[in-house]
């Protein structure tokens, strides 16, 4: 069973500060990785995508990628109380068609 | 239209009942996909279109649940013989490529069984 793990959190930060969102998969022969940000009530909304190994900056956000330890992150730099939401990390495995998902870290950022 | 859209954005119905799910992807998107989300859960993933062809319905719950796809746009989803377990926000996300490309949600359709 090829799984993605999150904490649910609720991950809490002050205003300004950087979040970091953690996500692992277990399918070693995944292929690319996605990061959906999902507010209560709402749809995901896909705010970053990363396929290589090392850092993708874009904005505020930058995703990381370590293959050999099968883990992906997110950043959040200078958080603002509207990146409060649900991030969900989505990983395509190496087989399959769909994406699997976390079940998402809860982020509260703090005026 | 510029995203995915779905419809209806909210279904009651008895348990029992038929339901019809819809979902307009994004113009030129070749895959189109289908989740469920409960409350307070993550996505599950139901089914998988790539054209008019269901490569994957791996995710499809019960022989209750089937999918079509035509004219490699519009897709429904249909739920025969509702039960209360079907409750869920239903999500349909496409994409322009296949397996691995972005994919971008519609808004869902909320379905609740009495």
């Known amino acids: 069973q090829k799984e993605v793990e999150q904490n649910s959190g609720p991950l809490s930060v002050p205003e300004g500060a950087i979040a970091s969102l953690n996500c692992t998969y277990s399918?070693?022969?995944?292929?690319?990785f996605f990061w959906y940000r999902q507010y209560s009530g709402k749809s995901p909304e896909l705010i970053m995508f990363?396929?290589?190994?090392g850092d993708k900056e874009d904005g505020r956000f930058t995703a990381q990628l370590n293959k050999a330890s099968q883990y992906v992150s997110l950043l959040i730099r200078d958080s603002q109380p509207s990146d409060s939401a649900t991030y969900l990390c989505?990983?395509?495995?190496?087989?399959?068609?769909?994406?699997?998902f976390g079940k998402g870290t809860k982020l509260s950022v703090k005026p | 239209g510029a995203g995915v859209s779905q419809s209806p954005s909210n279904k009651v119905t008895e348990k029992g009942k038929d339901v019809e799910l819809r979902c307009d992807p994004i113009?030129?998107?070749?895959?189109l996909y289908w989740y469920r989300q409960s409350l307070g859960q993550g996505l599950e993933f139901l089914i998988y279109?790539?054209?008019?062809?269901?490569?994957?319905k791996s995710g499809l719950p019960s022989d209750r649940f089937s999918a079509e796809r035509t004219g490699g746009s519009v897709s429904t989803l249909t739920i025969q013989r509702t039960q209360q377990e079907d409750s869920a926000v239903y999500l349909c996300?496409?994409?322009?490529?296949?397996?691995?490309?972005?994919?971008?949600f519609g808004p869902g359709t909320r379905l609740t069984v009495l």
């Open positions: 996300a496409s994409s322009f490529l296949g397996p691995g490309g972005e994919q971008f």
């Open positions: 113009s030129g998107h070749t895959a």
């Open positions: 399918d070693r022969g995944s292929q690319s």
């Open positions: 989505a990983v395509k495995g190496g087989s399959q068609g769909n994406l699997i």
């Open positions: 279109f790539q054209g008019n062809s269901a490569p994957d």
């Open positions: 990363i396929y290589s190994n």
